[in-house]
């Protein structure tokens, strides 16, 4: 990769100013500075989307949060429009509460997996995949793990789920849906809903900001 010259200058999060030489690209990218200004987007893009998770009216407006809604539950909620739109808004209102409830665990979460990248992780962004997708790569699976039973003790609370299979009974829309002659939805498979939803959302929020930044950080490393 050919050298070049950066003429410009880094501002990471505290507002500290670092000036670059002359280097590679890939050598400046990997070097602790890189690295550095990569966690520092990923760690502000983790602030934004804690921020909108525990603010309950920021969670219910938030577009990326709602492209996150699983197939399974888009559908069961489109059925309950047709029938019982209120409940959707109820169903809605309490996923917010959870995401909430959440928050305290999921974010140590993400911030330790941020804090762990290393030069070949930082390699692969250069070279085009995004920053957040290799954060969700580390960590996806453990978040749903971490968080589905706070989100279920949360949703068995409110009785969400109870209220939702009374609406559709006599329906056979469950059974067609989750299969076989499962005509009610059970507590822990809204709840495994509701939290992929949850973390595919967070790591939508994630990925808008690295969108919004990256260009700005990372376009003298060559990204």
């Known amino acids: 990769m050919k050298k070049y010259i950066v003429a410009a200058a880094l501002i990471i999060g505290t507002g500290a100013v670092i000036s670059t030489t002359v280097q590679s690209c890939t050598t400046l990218a990997t070097s602790d500075m890189g690295l550095s200004i990569i966690k520092r987007m990923l760690l502000n893009g983790i602030d934004k989307g804690m921020g909108v998770y525990a603010n309950k009216e920021a969670f219910l407006q938030n577009n990326m949060v709602d492209k996150a809604l699983p197939k399974e539950l888009r559908d069961i909620n489109s059925m309950l429009e047709k029938i019982a739109p209120s409940l959707v808004a109820k169903e809605r209102d309490f ?17 330790g997996a941020v804090n762990s990248l ?11 995949t995004t920053a957040t997708q290799i954060l969700k790569e580390k960590t996806s699976q453990q978040l749903i793990a971490a968080i589905a039973p706070k989100v279920d003790e949360k949703l068995n609370e409110y009785g969400i789920v109870k209220t939702i299979n009374t609406a559709l009974s006599g329906s056979n829309f469950l059974g067609n849906l989750l299969g076989g002659n499962n005509n009610t939805v059970n507590a822990g498979g809204l709840s495994q809903l509701a939290s992929e939803q949850l973390v595919n959302g967070i790591f939508n929020i994630i990925e808008d900001y690295e969108n919004q930044n990256s260009k700005a950080l990372l376009g003298p490393f060559g990204k």
């Open 118 to 128: 290393n030069a070949q992780d930082v390699t692969r962004i250069i070279q085009g």
């Open 95 to 111: 996923i917010a509460q959870a995401a909430a409830y959440t928050v305290n665990t999921s974010k140590p979460i993400l911030q």
